[in-house]
């Protein structure tokens, strides 16, 4: 068969040579506009998985211009440009793509995307609506949306998402945890615990789900649990402050004043400018009776935060054990007018 091929292909070219002068050549172009609009949209989508957004972008700009019904090269030039923050671009490539697709999902779903990322909420809600309208298996599209609602404090209409979203995907992590958070506002802190230990359960690398399983158990009072949880999360993330920090309000109200202490001074090694960690020391120390600890940490916390409502209640407190009575009739002054009613209290109650 190799030689057969070899052959036919010198027959042609002998029957060529006998149509045109020796000066005369001849081009065979096997490519086409749309070969290479092809071309270049692969390499677009090669250079949009390297996370080399802007070579994407002028790749799938080669691709339209090629080929200007090319609806994946709009919606691939619109994800790059969403990654690199040119929002209007973004939005302008894929109301092409719905043009050309008004009835599939995933427009709807990343116009939605663009909209969040841009800080068009509402805008984003109506779509991920609209996207989970034309594809009912889509659970992020009901996810997102119930997060758009829990932001504006719906937490009712919040859950209703949420629940879609989970009857969709029976093992959607996030959904379990933002659920949690949407009971948990709504005071309903068993279906909260529910919630967190399943989306741990799920993902066991979710430190921020940890966390918020550790806050509901410690409002249910179960202090060791809590601490566990909050443990849980700084394995994950040891740089984790928020959880640290809650870990140590779970001591503290335990009674573990120098645990608390501990993971407070964590804290403030991993950021020196977290005033909760300061105001959180200064509480404990006034548990454990040193006043002049307490003071200097409350003030820490003022000066970070002037508006610091509780580290003035807090200095006031230690300040009136130091015999600065003045000093600490201010401060609770100055915390009632910071909204602490228990300033104003101590104030009408101690200072003349």
């Not at 994407?56 to 080669?62: E, G, P, R, T, Y």
């Not at 209007?88 to 663009?114: M, S, T």
């Not at 508006?307 to 015999?323: S, V």
């Amino acid at each position: 068969m190799l030689k057969i091929i070899v052959f036919t292909v010198t027959i042609i070219f002998m029957v060529l040579s006998k149509a045109f002068s020796q000066s005369d050549t001849i081009r065979i172009d096997a490519t086409t506009p749309a070969l290479e609009a092809e071309k270049a949209y692969n390499q677009g989508t090669e250079a949009l998985g390297k996370k080399d957004f802007n070579s994407a972008i002028i790749f799938f700009n080669k691709a339209i211009e090629l080929k200007p019904d090319f609806d994946n090269a709009w919606f691939n030039r619109s994800t790059a440009k969403l990654e690199i923050k040119d929002y209007a671009g973004a939005l302008e490539d894929v109301n092409k793509y719905i043009e050309f697709h008004p009835n599939i999902d995933q427009g709807y779903y990343h116009r939605a995307q663009i909209n969040y990322s841009s800080s068009k909420k509402d805008i984003a809600f109506e779509d991920f609506k609209k996207s989970a309208e034309l594809n009912p298996a889509n659970a992020k599209a009901h996810y997102y949306a119930g997060g758009i609602l829990f932001e504006k404090s719906e937490f009712q209409e919040a859950l209703k998402e949420f629940n879609k979203a989970l009857i969709i995907d029976e093992e959607y992590a996030y959904a379990y945890n933002d659920r949690g958070s949407a009971y948990k506002q709504l005071n309903d802190y068993d279906h909260a615990i529910a919630d967190y230990k399943k989306a741990v359960q799920l993902n066991n690398k979710m430190a921020f789900a940890y966390n918020n399983l550790g806050t509901a158990l410690r409002h249910k009072e179960k202090y060791d649990e809590a601490i566990e949880s909050f443990s849980m999360a700084v394995e994950v993330n040891p740089k984790y402050v928020l959880a640290l920090n809650n870990r140590g309000a779970a001591k503290h109200d335990k009674g573990d004043y120098k645990g608390a202490i501990s993971d407070f001074e964590s804290c403030i090694k991993i950021n020196p400018k977290y005033a909760y960690a300061y105001n959180n020391l200064a509480s404990s120390y006034i548990k454990l009776k040193d006043f002049k600890k307490a003071s200097e940490n409350a003030s820490k916390a003022i000066d970070l935060d002037a508006k610091y409502a509780q580290a003035y209640l807090n200095r006031g407190i230690a300040k009136e054990m130091l015999r600065d009575e003045k000093g600490a009739c201010q401060d609770w002054a100055k915390a009632g007018e910071l909204g602490i009613k228990t300033g104003n209290t101590y104030a009408n109650r101690d200072c003349k």
